[in-house]
């Protein structure tokens, strides 16, 4: 692990690693508050520009501090499942990455934190964990890729996220993960009471098979609104399972999910609970098929369980539709240039939740996706 | 610029136009007037290419190429463009990205300032317009193709009067103005109303009845002669 000094411009990153981070959101240390890049089984960089925010390996929070022990497995038992079980057994030396926004923390920067796996057939298993601490603000961009050349291995990832009072996050997910990868993601948000999250994940680039699996427990007027914008050509399988709980009064959430199918099978399951009054909740569902092959499964539930829940969803799966595609191309483009243009527009690239930079890289993947070339 | 030959067009086995001839020299602006349901937006479709309309016999030519067998964007892409009656919303697609994806982005902003749009560049294409903003967009879509031959499906249909006015006198502006390469356009409008005649100064008019045309002559004078004895042939 390479700790580099406050203020060093340059992380101990190849070329390449470079350019397949740049893909998922990288920018050079100067431009983030900080940066945490975990490598195959080894914390490669930890990095912070920003006296509010604090990065360190996983293994290294814990020795330095006792309540970090508190926060891991905090949110989720070791043995909820085989894969996290197997995680919690592999860990003797725990490998993830630790980010502190410290309290009241105005972080004007993003935090940067990234997993590359760069052994083929390489098994990686980590824990991450994120303290927004009382009062602070934080943007963060995750981001996770392979090289080129790794088409296959598994990465089974935790990832255990506390909001403290008064906190607020936006985040942005990009994962490109290998062709024939399996991937399996467990993450477990707590928002304290006044927090207020906006995420965004994207999920484009190939993979065999990606289980995600997310829970966020919503404490009394807090506020989320995230949005997922997932893509499965051939040969992907993606289940999604989202369930948000909100449990104090006032807790507001808006949870969409954006799902192109190219020939991939897409599940998303997702449970939306109202456990206090005043609670307000939406889920969105919308898939776009663009071949006959394939399918898209949107399992929207919605549970409530107090008086004064206001729970509400919307599903939809369907082809692109003919008229919007003879409108385009009657103004000139071919059609593929007029299914691009459609599913970006499916997919909400436009979305100011997708920083800039983010955003022409997600259209190039789309691209991509499309004629095969990823 | 558009020669169209004893064109006759089917939806399936049912014939929607019947043996039309119409020739729309380079730098002129007709109308079709007809009631609803004569073949109009019809004729339009099938000289764009869009679906399902399937020609029969007779042909389609622009500046003397046959492109009844071209597909719609390659019609496109030569240089003939429509503006719909009843377009699509696209969610998501923002009249910015449609004018990048066209690679029309440099004039984007001039030309919507131009139709009362500059404030629309980030809103989704034809998400919550109104009819008049519609109509505009429509237009301001034509400047950013940018086609020579550019075809007007009901333009006034929906809009309230003052909008009548304003997408009239665009409908002239951005015929009677060259392509980006200068080159001269034309334009066909069709109207059941006739409210866009006083505006788009056209040089000439067709009655279309029944999947025909009945009739051609000068626009003014068709329009009064609907106006008292509908749409039939004028006595010589």
Redesign the interface.
Known sequence: MVAASHGTPTPDLTNEERDILHDVGFEDLDNRAATAILADGRVKLVHSNDPGVEVLPLAEALRTYDFVQDLMFGLVDPDENEQIAMVAEHMHEPLGHFVWVKPGARVSLPVQTFTLLETPQGRQFTHDITLIDEGATVEMISGAAVPSGVHKGRHISIGECYMRKGSSCSSVTIEHWGAGMDVWSYGYTAMEDGARSQSTAIKMAPVAQDLSRDKLIMAAETSSVSQAIIFAGDGTERVIDTETHLVGPGARSEDVARMVSAGGTIVNNAHLVGKAAGTNGFLGCDGLKLTDRGAITAVPALQAEAEGAMLSHEASVGMI????L??????????D??RN??V???????DSAIPSGLRRRVVDMIAQAKSGGM | MLEVRDLTVAIEDKTILDRINLTLPEGELHVLLGPNGSGKSSLLATI????PFTVTSGDIRFDGQPIQDL???ER??LGI??A?QR??S?????LR??AE??GAQDRLEAAAAALDLADFL?R?MNVGFSGGEIKRWEVL?LV??DPRLLLFDEPESGVDLEHVIAVGDAIARVVRAPDQQGRICSGLVITHTGLVLNHVKADQAHIMKEGRIIHSGDPHALFSHIQTAGYTVPAA
Not at chain 1, 321 to 324: A, L, P, T, V, W
Not at chain 1, 326 to 335: I, P, V
Not at chain 1, 344 to 350: H, M, P
């Open positions: 539709d003919s008229d919007k003879n409108y385009l191309m009657s103004a000139g483009m071919d059609e240039a007029a243009l459609i970006q527009g499916f997919l909400s690239l436009e | 764009m290419g869009l679906p597909d719609l964007h496109a892409q463009g429509v719909y377009p699509p696209l969610d998501g697609v923002s990205s449609f994806a066209l980030n989704d879509k950013l193709q």
